[in-house]
């Protein structure tokens, strides 16, 4: 077991012991194929005998109905946007994903507080401001960044479910039309994110490639994570 850490005071009211579970988490831009990996992961954890538990931003049951309707209207103004979404990942990291990895969950989070935070800062949040924020925010046992060139994403967002209002950033009025706007925003995206990966410590993945090599070199990560924990079990046995 490991015990839980966080990047500031966390949840000083919860008394959390030490949790077997392992918190994975899949970063990334739009399009980048998280949500695919994500359930192929899963699925491949729970046929090697683990049990696993998924997240993701906005499946808040407090926040959820309410985030989809303030998207749909774009008037919220964007501190008040920052708050909603941490109060969406508060909410699940308190009763959802620490709960899960008390009970020896796999925790498979499609994103992270990092996406809110570098959206946050490519609007004009200060970055520090947006660090401390998220002082609650458990620290992952391993983040990994599937990156693509932003020319790819836009490319297969255009040829699958298209392009869409706030993935574009077109409440940033950089452009007059979803594609330019597109390259923009997304292109300030990866260059938070690259910094992040520093930062945080995020094991970079190129996903530019066919979606079987990039889950490959993700079960890599992962088994050699669960292999670390399972020899950590047995010494501390012996």
């Not at 790819?152 to 594609?179: C, F, K, P, Q, T």
């Not at 990866?190 to 992040?196: E, H, N, P, S, V």
Request: with cysteine.
């Amino acid at each position: 077991m490991s015990e839980l850490q966080f990047y500031g005071a966390g949840f000083p009211y919860l008394n959390i012991q030490d949790c077997p579970g392992k918190l994975i988490v899949l970063e990334g831009s739009d399009g980048v194929g998280r949500s695919t990996q994500t359930q192929l992961l899963r699925r491949w954890l729970e046929d090697e005998g683990y049990a696993v538990s998924d997240t993701g931003l906005r499946r808040s049951d407090l926040t959820q109905e309410g985030l989809e309707e303030a998207k749909k209207g774009h008037t919220l103004g964007r501190i008040t946007m920052s708050l909603f979404y941490a109060t969406d990942f508060a909410d699940r990291l308190e009763n959802q994903i620490i709960p899960a990895l008390q009970a020896g969950f796999v925790v498979l989070s499609d994103r992270y507080f990092y996406s809110i935070m570098a959206r946050d800062v490519a609007r004009g949040a200060d970055p520090e401001w947006a660090r401390k924020l998220y002082g609650f925010a458990l620290k992952p046992d391993l983040v990994l960044y599937l990156k693509a060139d932003v020319s790819d994403l836009l490319s297969r967002l255009i040829h699958g479910r298209g392009l869409n209002y706030w993935e574009a950033g077109m409440d940033m009025h950089s452009s007059d039309n979803l594609y330019d706007s597109f390259l923009d925003y997304q292109s300030k995206l990866t260059g938070l994110f690259d910094q992040m990966a520093q930062t945080y410590g995020f094991v970079t993945v190129d996903a530019g490639r066919p979606i079987m090599d990039v889950f490959g070199d993700l079960q890599e990560h992962i088994r050699t994570l669960l292999e670390d924990q399972q020899t950590d079990l047995e010494d501390e046995m012996t």
